[in-house]
Nanobody, 120 residues
């Protein structure tokens, strides 16, 4: 079982940047693809980005392409989400999740989330 903890959220003004971290423990984290998701108040959780275990393959939702970058450092058991040119509509709780090793597209482990608030 893998435990995930997000950090790096906070309050930033529009146009600013934040880097979120997803730290893992309790498993062989380097074997997992990791996804980033977000959920705003009153809205459903939505997909933001995904990175494979090797870090070579990445996927982004259209609304963050060109602004967000996902990366990972397997030696540190950490995945990052660099967020630039932040907009008020990016305000949400951001979660990282480890993908199932047996079923692609399903996520077995989730962090508690970190709040990102972007002011106008």
């Amino acid at each position: 079982q893998v435990q995930l903890v997000e950090s790096g959220g906070g309050l930033v003004q529009a146009g600013g940047s934040l880097r979120l971290s997803c730290a893992a423990s309790g498993g062989t984290f380097s074997r997992y693809a990791v996804g980033w998701f977000r959920q705003a108040p009153g809205k459903e959780r939505e997909f933001v980005s995904r990175i494979m275990w090797s870090g070579i393959s990445t996927v982004y939702a259209d609304f963050v392409k060109g602004r967000f970058t996902v990366s990972r450092d397997n030696a540190k058991n950490t995945v990052y989400l660099q967020m630039n040119s932040l907009k008020p509509e990016d305000t949400a709780v951001y979660y990282c999740a480890a993908e199932s090793l047996s079923r692609r597209g399903e996520y077995d482990y989730w962090g508690q989330g970190t709040q990102v608030t972007v002011s106008s």
